[in-house]
């Protein structure tokens, strides 16, 4: 049960986390799905969640199977598990989302070195040259410098624009346990007693009377019913 829930959980919330963080790829979802299905494997092989769940319902006099039961086991699980992932994930949405702009400003930034040691020679290019007896030349190098001088003013822009773009960790965070504690209490609501039902269906104890003895009803044949004589 705890494998289907892990499997369950990293997948819807690996899932929210990225659609909702605006830097969706699928790489960023297959490598927070991992993450988050190792992270709940943990949690459920460290934390004895069924005994956890069962203990404080029975200290609330909650009847197991209940409505009311299930849905403080679903806050339990719930508490413990959706946290650590979705924060986690987070971690790893905003170190992606990061690297790919720092990739972007050192790109800019090299060309912003290029465009200033441009204009630098175009400027000196400029001082050494004569107005009066070319001014052609002249013109052309101040219409270059001005060129120059709008390509840098654009590039910076663009980078202050990337810097800004930096998504706040924190903010981040609070952001995504605001979005996935309700959705994590929900799908474990739904899916947990599902996933019970169907493990006590396939493991659990047989039906019918104990020691494989046939049941009340019609006897089998050839057992004459009780009270009654064997016809000669």
Known sequence: MSLCMAVTMSFCLSLL???TSGHFTVGTWLISFAVSFVISLVIGLLVPMPKLEASVNGKLGLKPGSVKANLMSA???NTIYTPAMSIIMVLIMVGSANVGIQHGIDALSRDIQEAEAQLSSVQSELSQTDAAADPAKAGQLQAQ???LNGKLAEMNGQKAGMEA?????GMSIL???L???????VIIFIVQP???RMLMKKFGPPQGPPG?????GRPPEGIPPQGRPPQG
Do not use: C, H, K, N
Request: no cysteine.
């Open 212 to 216: 494989g003895m046939p049941g009340q």
């Open 17 to 19: 986390g990225t659609l």
């Open 165 to 169: 773009a930096r998504p706040p960790l």
């Open 175 to 177: 952001i995504s346990l």
């Open 179 to 185: 979005i996935s504690y309700p959705v994590g209490y």
């Open 145 to 147: 410098i001005g060129e």
């Open 194 to 196: 599902l996933y019970f």
């Open 75 to 77: 806050l339990i699980s």
